[in-house]
C-alpha cells in the first residue's frame, strides 16, 4: 500500500493516515495513533515517520480529516 503526501497548496500539506476501522490489522511496523483532528484510531507507518522526520510542519490526519480538508 502507497501512502502518499496530499497537497492542498504548496504550503500546506497532509499527511493521510490510514483508519484502524478500515485496516484492522495494520501491517509490520505500523503503530497505533490518534488523529489529531478527530481522535479517532490510524497508523502511523515508517514512511510516515520518515517524511516527519524531513519535513516537521507536515500535518497529519486520518484519511477522512486529510480529504475534507484537501476537498474544502
Same mark, same amino acid.
Given at each position: 500500500? !502507497?501512502?502518499?503526501?496530499?497537497? *492542498? %497548496?504548496?504550503? !500546506? *500539506?497532509?499527511?493521510?493516515?490510514?483508519?484502524?476501522?478500515?485496516?484492522? %490489522?495494520?501491517? &509490520?511496523? /505500523?503503530?497505533?495513533?490518534?488523529?489529531?483532528?478527530?481522535?479517532? &484510531?490510524? /497508523?502511523?507507518?515508517? *514512511?510516515?515517520? &520518515? &517524511?516527519?522526520? !524531513?519535513?516537521?510542519?507536515? !500535518?497529519?490526519?486520518?484519511?477522512?480529516?486529510?480529504?475534507? %480538508?484537501?476537498?474544502?
Amino acid at each position: 500500500m !502507497k501512502n502518499n503526501i496530499k497537497r *492542498r %497548496s504548496e504550503n !500546506k *500539506r497532509v499527511l493521510c493516515l490510514p483508519m484502524v476501522s478500515n485496516i484492522p %490489522s495494520g501491517c &509490520e511496523g /505500523w503503530k497505533k495513533t490518534a488523529c489529531p483532528v478527530c481522535g479517532r &484510531e490510524c /497508523w502511523i507507518t515508517p *514512511r510516515h515517520a &520518515e &517524511e516527519l522526520a !524531513k519535513e516537521p510542519e507536515i !500535518k497529519m490526519a486520518c484519511t477522512e480529516c486529510a480529504m475534507r %480538508s484537501v476537498f474544502r
